[in-house]
């Protein structure tokens, strides 16, 4: 069934579970390929779990053998090209706001779990996503080259900020496969594991989030991505200013690290995380 004719709510999943929502492309038939429909669905998502409490990390993943196949090439460029180029340009700008505008500077911690086949234009929410865990045997391919096109989308941009130069250029001139272990060795996602342990190691790594201060994990992550870039003098003076505005928004973490750590003795920082009082976020 085509998404087109598939109820837009139901071309993804969000299922809650101890803190974590999973965020699930589900067009299996289509190995989860990325639809204009599926862009609205993915920005009301996005608010929602944005807006949960309750809520610390987000996992992003596909149904069955993908994690999504990339831009559905006839919803994207066939059935467009007899409409005015403002309906393509439109399309294209959904799909941008939530793969980048919206999930890379989210509220909550991202990871992208790749179970299957990841192409083209969905390296961009990898990529956007704070962190990335691969099936050892999940598929890559930027294979836009062997059909006339090239990684656009803003893709070879994110690909140029996770990979050496060597590397992409040579998956993107090839189009060659390349699978999780590789993508790890290449640094396009932090680790690979064997795809029976994949959920659970997903888990684990949202756990070790869920310790931490939600306020001190974003305005950490935020820090790191904002400076990328800037010249050494003014990466200073903004890491220092949002240190200060995390202090008044998020002193309390802060405060009470420093006195287990030098009061009580009771952890070390280098070694754990604090111990939170139950009534913070």
């Known amino acids: 069934m085509a998404s087109m004719t598939k109820d837009p709510k139901d071309l993804v999943r969000l299922d809650y579970d101890n803190g974590v929502a999973w965020v699930t492309i589900n067009r299996p038939e289509k190995r989860n390929a990325l639809s204009p429909n599926m862009s609205f669905r993915m920005l009301e998502i996005l608010d929602e779990v944005e807006a949960r409490e309750d809520v610390g990390v987000l996992v992003l993943t596909g149904e069955g053998t993908a994690f999504s196949s990339g831009m559905d090439i006839k919803e994207y460029f066939r059935d467009m090209q007899d409409q005015p180029r403002i309906v393509m340009l439109k399309a294209h700008r959904l799909n941008w706001e939530w793969q980048w505008r919206r999930l890379r500077y989210f509220e909550k911690a991202t990871i992208a779990m790749v179970n299957g086949w990841c192409f083209g234009g969905a390296f961009l929410p990898v990529v956007s996503c704070d962190l990335a865990i691969a099936a050892d045997e999940a598929q890559f391919g930027l294979s836009e080259v062997n059909w006339g096109i090239l990684p656009a989308g803003n893709v070879s941009r994110a690909v140029a900020d996770t990979m050496k130069t060597r590397d992409a250029l040579y998956y993107i001139m090839t189009g060659k496969l390349f699978d ?3 993508a790890a060795e290449m640094g396009l996602v932090n680790e690979a594991v064997p795809l029976e342990q994949l959920r659970q190691r997903t888990r684990e790594l949202c756990d070790v989030l869920l310790e931490k201060d939600a306020a001190v ?4 992550k935020d820090a790191f991505k904002r400076i990328q870039g800037l010249p050494w003098d003014t990466s200073e003076d ?3 200013s949002k240190q200060e505005q995390l202090w008044a928004i998020a002193g ?3 405060e009470e690290g420093f006195k287990q750590f030098l009061d009580d003795r009771s952890y070390k920082p280098g070694l754990g995380v604090y111990k939170r ?4 976020k």
Request: glycine share 6%; hydrophobic share 35%; no cysteine.
């Open 217 to 220: 994990v974003k305005a950490a």
């Open 277 to 280: 009082h139950p009534d913070s």
């Open 238 to 240: 903004y890491l220092f």
């Open 252 to 254: 309390h973490a802060k």
């Open 180 to 182: 999780g272990k590789k």
